[in-house]
Nanobody
């Protein structure tokens, strides 16, 4: 079955960095676009970044442009989110999402907390 396992979250201070990873299995990773979403307390889940199946194209929500970088390693079936210059407003649960031919699949999420 499809599995997406996020890791790398934690508690950091403003201005610091974190790198999230999402290990995928159970589907053809190299054919699937991958995305990172986040959900802050009391807010709707929002798209943070998306990367195409080959990694040739990426998109970012405006609030993270220039600070976050999404990347993937198709040999390792893993997608990453490098988060730099973190801000308190980046505090949220971060979810990995796979867009497959059978539909979308979600990971369980990893908590990122940024203190001021």
């Amino acid at each position: 079955q499809v599995q997406l396992v996020e890791s790398g979250g934690g508690l950091v201070q403003a201005g610091e960095s974190l790198r999230l990873s999402c290990a995928a299995s159970g589907f053809t990773f190299s054919s699937s676009a991958m995305s990172w979403y986040r959900q802050a307390p009391g807010k709707e889940r929002e798209l943070v970044a998306t990367i195409t199946s080959t990694g040739g194209n990426t998109i970012y929500t405006d609030s993270v442009k220039g600070r976050f970088t999404i990347s993937r390693d198709n040999a390792r079936n893993t997608v990453y989110l490098q988060m730099n210059i973190l801000k308190p407003e980046d505090t949220a649960v971060y979810f990995c999402m796979a867009s497959t031919v059978f539909g979308g699949y979600w990971g369980q999420g990893t908590q990122v907390t940024v203190s001021s």
